[in-house]
C-alpha cells in the first residue's frame, strides 16, 4: 500500500533540517488533522468500503478516548521529519505508520485474526554491567544462540502479523551494531529501536545507525544524580555516557527516548522534577517509566511499589503529560497508568517479548517461556497466548 505518497516522498527524501522538539498548539492540530486524514485513506484501502471505513475509524477513536479518559494529547514529537504521538507507535508520515494503523483497526473484528504492533527482541547476551534491576541477570555473558539469520527471520515473520515497531534490548544491544545495521537495511515499512545503556554509542555509531534506518534510540538513565545512576548500573562513568550517547542519538536526528526504572527509593516529588529537568535539556522526546519487578536481579526481593508511589508517579504523569506549563517538555509513558486500568497490551495483544534464546514471553518482566518462535506455528502459539493473556496484569483494573 503507498497511502499518502507525496507526503512521504517529499518528506522521506530531503535532507533533515529538524531539531529534536515538541510541538503543540496550531502546529500539533494541524499535524493531528492530517494523521486522521491519512488514517481514513488507509482505512478505505482496507475495507474497500468508505461507510466500513468510517465505521472502524469511530471505533478507533472512541477506543482512544476510552484509554485517556479525560486527558487531550498535548504534544507531539518531532524529530527528523515525522511526528510521534506516542512511544509505542511509528513515526509519521510512513509506511510503519500505516501498517500501525492497519494493526489498530484489525483490533475491531472478531478477534480471529492475529496482529500485532510491537516485538521486543532481546538478540544478546553480552553486557558489561551489574544493573540493579536486570530482568536477564542469569542468562547474562553466556553463549549466543541466536545468529543474524536467525533474528532477521524472526523479525521477518512478526513482520507478516502485522509488527511496525521492532526494539532490540539483552544485554547490550551495542555489541551487535554491525548486525544490527544490516538487519535494519533489510526492512523497510518497520520503525526500529534500541534499548541501551549508552556505552560506547559514539557519534559515528549514531551516524551509522540513522544512515541504516534506525528510528530512534532508549537510554536508560535511573537517576538525576550522576554517582547514584553509576551506583544503580554498576559501573562508573556510566551516567557520563548517557549524556555523550543522547547528544550523539538529537544530533543525527534520531529519536531519543530516557527510561527510567522507577523504585520505591527513587520516587519523590525532588528526583522526578529533577529527573524532567535534566530530560528536557537532554532534548528527550520521552521518558518511559518501568516499575520494578522481583525477577532477575531482583528475584526474591520485594520492589513493589507502594500505594503512596504509585499515586505520585501517576501525579507526575498526568501533570508533565496534559498541563500546558510542561507542553515543551518530554512526554511521559508509564506503562503501569493504563495496565490498571485497562489491563496489559503484552501477551500478544499488542506486543511480546522474544528472549535471547527466541522464547516468547508475555513481556520482558513475566520470566515466562510461552513458546519458541524458531519452531513451529507462530500464529496458533500467539493464539493460545492471547487466549491465556498477561499474568500480572490481566482483569486487574484501577480501584
Known sequence: MNVSADIQSHTSNAPSHHHNRQVSGLHKTVIKYGMWVNILIVAIWKYKNVASALKKIRL????K?????????????????RYFFSYNAPGWPSKSFNRYIQHQLAQFGDNT???LHTLIFGITKKCGFKCEHCFEWENLNKPETLAKEDVSSVIKNFRNLGVSIVQFSGGEPLNRLADITAIVQDFKGVDFWIYTSGYHLTNDKAAQLKKAGLTGITISLDHWVPELHDSFRGKKGSFEWVEKAAKHTVANNLILCLSLCATNDFISQENLSNYIELAKNLNASFIQILE??????????????SEEKIRLLEHFYKKINFDQQYKNYPT??????????VGCSGAGKDYLYVDMDGFAHDCPFCQKKIFNVLHGDVEEQLTRMRTLGCNVFNSVKNK
Do not use: C, M, Q
Open 60 to 63: 478507533l477513536s472512541k477506543a
Open 65 to 81: 478516548d476510552a484509554y485517556r479518559g479525560e486527558n487531550k494529547l498535548l504534544k507531539y514529537s518531532l524529530a527528523g521529519n
Open 113 to 115: 485474526t492475529i496482529s
Open 292 to 305: 520494578p519487578k522481583a525477577v532477575g536481579h531482583y528475584a526474591g526481593k520485594n520492589v513493589s511499589l
Open 332 to 341: 511521559i509513558i508509564y506503562h503501569g497508568f493504563y495496565s490498571r486500568r
